[in-house]
C-alpha cells in the first residue's frame, strides 16, 4: 500500500471518529432542546379559497391550521444531523467510505436536504412566512439546492473538466428563500407596531452567511485551493460547518425565544 493510500485510510478513521464525536454533539443540544424548551409555538395558517356570497366572487379563507411548538422544532434538525453522522460512523460507514474515494457524499445532502429546509422554514417562521403553502414551497426548493449537491458530485465523476452546471441551478434554488426571508423580514422592519423580536436581526445574517459557507466550500474542492486539493479535508469543513451552522441557529432561537422564564 502506498503512503498515500496509508495516509487516506488514517483520514478515513479519523473521520469516522469525528462523525461519531458530532452525532453526539448533536444529540445532546437536540434533546437539550426538546427537554428544556418553553412551550413557545408559532402559527401555521391555510389560505384556501371560499365563495363570498356577498360579492359573488373568490377570496382568500385563512385559518389556523397548527400552533407548531417551537423547541421540538428546533431540537429536530439537530437530531436529523445526529441520525445522520451516527449512520455515517456505524454500519454506513464503508459505503461512505466507498463514496469518499470517488468524491462524493450523498448521505450528506440527503442529510442536509431535511435539516437545512427546516432551518430555513423556521427561519422564515421567525418573521412571519406562516403560510402552509409558503413553507411547503421554501422547504421544497431548498431540499433542490442539495439534491444540485448531488447532482454536482455524481456529474463530475464521469467529466475530464468540472461541470459547473449543477453549482449554478442549486445555488439560484438556494437563494430564493432568502429573498422572500429578506421581503419579509423589511416588511416587518417598515411597520411601526410589528417588528420582528431582535435576535432575529443577528439569525439572518449568520445563518445566511453559514450557508453560503457550503457553497464556498464546494467551490474551493472543485477549483482545486490549497488544502482543499484533497476531498476529505473538504468533507470535515462540511462537517464542521454543519455543526456550527445548527449550532448557532438553534441557541440563538433559544436565547431569544424558547429560554424559561
Avoid: C
Avoid at 443577528?202 to 453560503?212: C, G, M, S, Y
Amino acid at each position: 500500500m502506498s503512503e498515500k493510500n496509508v495516509q487516506d485510510e488514517k483520514t478515513y478513521r479519523g473521520l469516522r471518529k469525528f462523525n461519531l464525536i458530532m452525532g453526539f454533539l448533536h444529540l445532546i443540544q437536540g434533546v437539550f432542546m426538546w427537554v428544556v424548551s418553553n412551550d413557545t409555538t408559532y402559527p401555521i395558517y391555510t389560505n384556501f379559497l371560499k365563495f363570498d356570497l356577498s360579492s359573488r366572487s373568490l377570496t382568500p379563507d385563512p385559518k389556523l391550521l397548527y400552533e407548531l411548538p417551537f423547541g421540538p422544532a428546533v431540537a429536530v434538525f439537530l437530531l436529523i444531523s445526529a441520525v445522520a453522522h451516527f449512520y455515517l460512523a456505524t454500519v454506513g460507514y464503508s459505503t461512505y467510505v466507498k463514496n469518499l474515494k470517488k468524491g462524493m457524499n450523498p448521505v450528506r445532502f440527503y442529510e442536509y436536504a431535511l435539516s437545512s429546509s427546516l432551518m430555513i422554514v423556521l427561519i422564515g417562521m421567525l418573521v412571519g412566512i406562516w403560510d402552509l403553502g409558503s413553507m411547503i414551497l421554501m422547504f421544497g426548493i431548498n431540499a433542490m439546492m442539495n439534491f444540485f449537491g448531488i447532482m454536482m458530485e455524481r456529474h463530475n465523476q464521469t467529466t475530464e473538466k468540472t461541470d459547473w452546471h449543477a453549482f449554478v441551478y442549486g445555488s439560484i434554488a438556494g437563494i430564493v428563500p432568502w429573498i422572500v426571508i429578506v421581503l419579509y423580514f423589511l416588511s416587518a422592519l417598515s411597520s411601526s407596531d410589528a417588528k420582528p423580536p431582535a435576535f432575529v436581526y443577528a439569525i439572518i445574517p449568520t445563518i445566511f452567511v453559514f450557508f453560503d459557507s457550503f457553497a464556498i466550500n464546494m467551490l474551493l474542492q472543485y477549483k482545486k485551493v490549497g488544502r482543499w486539493k484533497n476531498y476529505l479535508y473538504g468533507e470535515r469543513v462540511y462537517i464542521i460547518l454543519s455543526l456550527v451552522a445548527k449550532t448557532a441557529l438553534a441557541w440563538q432561537i433559544f436565547a431569544g425565544t424558547l429560554a424559561p422564564v
